[in-house]
């Protein structure tokens, strides 16, 4: 599906009740965002049917005034001109997510690194260790907006 | 035999790498001749400080502190080279060019509070020569066809 | 008769941070002295939380301490954010500071690569004659630099809307003079080293990647392309000056160390190309267009990918207009290689001598995934 | 005849007025007595020690300019011609540090054992015609070569000796390594005693005097020079000390100057081996051959030709990266050990048709 928009007609004519939206954002990435329920299913479509294999990222991002948080993934197919940003809300009191490294396998490392960063722990994950802080780290959660160096003495 | 030629081609690659003289620079009696855009250390100009303090703004690491100056009932740049990372905005961005960069380097000190210039501090540029006492010539880099070699530019 | 099971007895050797050949970084290997069963890369040794930092600096500011993420290649870092920083502003970069920008990135992708090099010389144990040349062959371009941007490794001469400084008068021909001794360098390097027996017996079929694993784990930059993929950043997303210049991408499909090692090889060949043409065709023009420090973004949230000498980079940042990014995701490219790494030791058959050889083939620099 | 008598301990020629071993040790003193000079400076202990400071010293200079760069540079000059007795000073000076689950007895002895017995061999090498320390005939090769076989146990205790994983490791690829590299030694080495007709080294130097033994046995030439490479450890082949791998391999745990004698060992091997590399095919102290005669035999040729050889292991040091541990192997048992017996064979077929 080397073609944006066709990508999102279809996308959106087959699977756009599962899925909160789908939209161009910055005329070559596709941002879909996900409902909590057909999280996986959707990325596997996702992987299997249109050819994303390839997993470039994924980061969270803190919303403390709208007391959400959202969770994205970045992912790339070999024969595509786009990249689609597949994301997900979380409110900021149940941050727990089904761990996407049954999909994309090489998302093990960046789930790690957000556990540690912002708190969301992701279910089923195998070695869920802290990856770039040290283990013995007592502090919150660096990346979150409310950090305000706790657990540095 | 192709094997044995194989084998043989890289001692006859390195071995005249042998002959050549060292690419090295003996420092305390050569030091090189940076380029004239090379970031060394600051050089300060009390006439053409308008105090905007600008150069304390746009540093992003916060090193520059506008302070007092006895005699100068105005405030001037005391820059903290403990934290300062040459990154050269506050020159590029100071309306009336008062900051610039030196070729300086030498400026290794004992204690960390000798690397907080005062701005009479930044203002005298001390010469390269009572810096480095043993420096006998300046070299620069030339390239000739095999190696990368260093001529005298001038003594000192 | 069931084959014998060996008894084989699992150690679990530590690579540790400060082993001679390992870098700032901590491997655990398990293994029975000579075969290496799982790999266990603890990584995180110089995490500088370089996300956070740049949360609070202005946008302008940010450039100086992401540059530092990996210091060898860090042009190629430091394009991706001014990039993001242009489009945040909406800036319209003039012509030909696209050109320097590509220029300054593609004399950092040689810098890069020949210090992979040297790594590389000096894990086969060959004496690191070959680093001590690539160390030499590299002043070349650190004089470039210097007289360019006035710095030999953080360059910071990006700028939102352009560069700081145009190219002082008769660079141009020291480009060309440059870019010529590099080529009759080159044909050292590729005799004594690739074309060296030794050299191939160590490095051929050794820690095979296949293409559809490469892509599966998320495989990157020359790792990616020694697998026979043709995915380059300067030509899935042109940025600076890429798509005026005419080069192609470089796949070996090997699939192993040499061929990773020829990838970066011939991607040096292809940036003395690009150089050479900027030199001779860049065209005139200003090179800053107008703006202030001290603006503040417009709302917004982009996204850069940009060809780092290691893989893609890229960037994606959030601004809720105040003078400082609401959130900056770096996606560093030796992350990725470094879980390929991770799964190399089930994919192929890897030696306890072999390690150093295998880590200097992926190239990870630690500093760039801890950020 | 005289000797090999006494050698089996069948003949006595004084009376018996001090019976055993030192009836003999004073026969075989009195007879084989050589002047002073010859024991202790050239052949002997001078020589020895001398081109060890000097290895050391040319080494250091001759590859750093390999490497474009200087070299020791400040002691003594800017040669740096001192720098390497800087360094035996402060090994010497430096602590021995003897770990305690050792036995420091054999922990201490080790090292010196190590750079003492490749010493040995030193002494049947023919510097000239007569100029021979220990002068046992026929018996020349074969006890050279049994020399240089205890040689590797040596590296092999060490490492067991300092009790360290590392060590440990590195000593038993040692034996590895020297297995692999001895055997096709032995069978070129035998080569050259058939085309010679004779064990007596100074037979075989004389026997060369219309053609040196490298040009008929090419072969056995570049296999014995591998061979040299692998006995002496010389990079590309230096896998014990790997340092990309194992710490230091057997040398890990040994500090001060018993480091120190464990670096010289290794120039006393390759001493030892390109010494008789040079008699079995280069033609030992006999001078250039031109139109079939020989020009001159002293010693100077030997030594020229010694230092010869010795440039060109050195600089084999930054040409080639070290093969793995199974490659090595691979190339001792599959590649030199039949080549070496290739070369036995033409040898035979040469010595059959009366060519030589």
Not at chain 2, 107 to 121: C, F, K, N
Not at chain 3, 91 to 108: D, T
Request: negative net charge.
């Amino acid at each position: 599906m080397s073609n944006l928009s066709d990508f999102i007609s279809s996308f959106e004519e087959n699977y756009g009740k599962l899925v909160e939206s789908v939209e161009i954002f910055e005329e070559t990435r596709a941002s879909i965002i996900a409902k909590r329920g057909s999280y996986i299913e959707i990325a596997e479509i996702l992987r299997d049917e249109y050819g994303f294999v390839i997993p470039i990222a994924g980061g969270a991002i803190d919303y403390p005034e709208e007391n959400r948080m959202e969770m994205n993934y970045y992912l790339d197919s070999p024969d595509s001109d786009f990249i689609v940003i597949y994301r997900v809300h979380l409110a900021r009191d149940d941050l727990v997510l089904p761990t996407m490294t049954t999909v994309w396998e090489a998302m093990s490392f960046h789930e790690r690194e957000t556990k540690e960063m912002f708190g969301i722990d992701f279910e089923g994950h195998e070695n869920m260790v802290a990856l770039l802080l040290p283990p013995d780290w007592k502090g919150g959660y660096p990346l979150r907006k409310d950090f305000k160096g706790e657990g540095v003495e | 035999m192709s094997w044995i030629i194989k084998l043989l081609k890289p001692i006859a690659i390195v071995a005249p790498y042998v002959l050549r003289n060292s690419q090295t620079v003996a420092y305390p009696t050569e030091r090189l001749i940076f380029k004239d855009r090379y970031r060394g250390r600051h050089q300060f100009f009390f006439e053409r400080c308008i105090n905007c303090s600008i150069c304390a703004r746009v540093c992003h690491s916060k090193t520059i502190t506008m302070v007092e100056v006895e005699g100068k009932e105005k405030t001037f740049p005391q820059i903290d080279y403990n934290t300062c990372s040459f990154c050269g905005y506050c020159v590029e961005f100071c309306p009336k060019q008062a900051l610039e960069f030196t070729d300086v380097i030498e400026m290794a000190v004992s204690d960390r509070s000798e690397l907080v210039y005062s701005p009479e501090q930044l203002s005298i540029v001390p010469k390269i020569k009572d810096l480095v006492p043993r420096m006998k010539r300046r070299v620069e880099s030339y390239l000739t066809d095999k190696e990368m070699k260093y001529r005298k530019v001038k003594d000192v | 008769m069931p084959e014998p099971k060996i008894e084989s007895e699992i150690m679990r050797i530590s690579w540790g941070p400060q082993h001679p050949m390992s870098g700032q970084t901590r491997i655990l290997l398990d293994t029975d002295g000579e075969k290496v069963h799982k790999i266990i890369a603890d990584i995180g040794y110089t995490h500088r939380g370089i996300e956070k930092v740049l949360e609070n600096r202005t946008l302008i500011g940010g450039i100086i301490p992401i540059e530092r993420m990996n210091m060898v290649d860090s042009s190629n870092i430091g394009i991706g954010y001014v990039t993001a920083c242009d489009k945040t502003y909406g800036l319209e970069v003039p012509e030909r500071a696209q050109w320097i920008r590509s220029l300054i990135c593609e004399m950092g992708r040689i810098n890069s690569h020949l210090y992979a090099f040297g790594l590389q010389a000096e894990a086969t144990a060959y004496f690191p004659a070959v680093f001590l040349w690539t160390t030499i062959d590299r002043e070349v371009l650190l004089d470039l630099f210097e007289e360019l941007t006035g710095a030999r490794w953080s360059y910071n001469h990006f700028l939102p809307g352009g560069v700081f400084k145009d190219f002082p008068e008769g660079f141009e021909a020291k480009i060309l003079e440059a870019v010529q001794y590099l080529r009759r360098r080159f044909k050292d390097y590729w005799n004594a080293m690739i074309e060296n027996p030794m050299f191939e017996m160590r490095c051929d079929n050794v820690a095979i990647l296949e293409p559809k694993d490469a892509i599966r784990l998320g495989a990157t930059g020359p790792v990616l392309r020694g697998s026979g993929i043709p995915i380059d950043m300067r030509k899935e997303e042109p940025y600076a000056a890429y798509n005026s210049l005419d080069w192609e991408v470089i796949t070996e499909d090997a699939c192993d160390i040499m061929a990773r090692t020829k990838v970066r090889f011939h991607e040096i060949g292809q940036s003395l190309n690009m150089m050479e043409q900027i030199a001779k065709e860049i065209p005139e023009g200003e090179t800053r267009a107008r703006f202030s420090p001290f603006s503040r973004a417009p709302e917004g949230e982009h996204i850069t990918r940009v060809e780092n000498s290691r893989g893609e980079m890229s960037i994606h940042m959030w601004t809720d207009g105040t003078t400082n990014p609401y959130r900056v995701k770096i996606m560093p490219p030796s992350l990725r290689n470094m879980y390929v790494f991770e799964r190399l030791a089930e994919l192929s058959e890897i030696v306890v001598a072999d390690i150093p050889v295998v880590v200097n083939s992926i190239d990870p620099w630690y500093l760039d995934s801890d950020r | 005849m005289i000797y090999t008598n006494i050698a089996l301990g069948t003949a006595s020629r004084t009376g018996q007025t001090l019976a055993g071993i030192m009836a003999w040790m004073i026969e075989f003193l009195t007879v084989n007595s050589k002047p002073i000079l010859q024991v202790l400076v050239l052949p002997g202990l001078a020589f020895t020690l001398v081109f060890a400071l000097v290895a050391v010293w040319f080494e250091r200079k001759f590859l750093a300019r390999a490497m474009l760069r200087v070299g020791p540079y400040y002691c003594g000059g800017r040669a740096g011609v001192l720098q390497v007795f800087a360094d035996f000073i402060k090994l010497f000076l430096k602590e021995m540090i003897i770990p305690d689950s050792v036995n420091w007895l054999f922990f201490a002895l080790m090292p010196i054992m190590v750079s003492f017995v490749p010493g040995l061999a030193l002494i049947l090498i023919p510097f000239d015609a007569n100029w021979v320390l220990w002068d046992i005939g026929s018996l020349g090769l074969p006890m050279f070569l049994a020399i240089m076989g205890i040689a590797p146990l040596m590296p092999i205790f060490a490492g067991w000796v300092s009790n360290n994983k590392y060590s440990f490791i590195g000593a038993w690829r040692v034996a590895y390594m020297y297995i692999s590299g001895e055997i096709p030694i032995v069978i070129c080495a035998a080569a050259v005693a058939i085309m010679a007709g004779s064990f007596n080294l100074v037979k075989i130097v004389e026997a060369q005097s219309n053609m040196i033994f490298a040009i008929p046995q090419f072969i056995g030439f570049i296999v014995f020079f591998i061979g040299v490479l692998i006995e002496s450890e010389r990079t590309p082949f230096d896998l014990p000390v790997a340092e990309t791998e194992l710490v230091f391999g057997w040398r890990t745990e040994f500090s001060g100057i018993l480091f120190g004698f464990t670096m010289m060992a290794e120039y006393v091997m390759l001493q030892a081996w390109s010494l008789l590399f040079i008699t079995l095919y280069l033609g030992g102290y006999s001078g250039p051959i031109i139109m079939g005669n020989v020009i001159g035999s002293h010693i100077f040729w030997l030594l020229a030709k010694f230092c010869a050889v010795v440039v060109f292991v050195i600089l084999l040091r930054c040409v080639f990266p070290r093969p793995r541990m199974d490659q090595m192997l691979k190339i001792g048992w599959s590649y030199l050990t039949p080549l070496a017996l290739l070369n036995l064979f033409i040898v035979l077929g040469l010595k059959m048709w009366g060519v030589f």
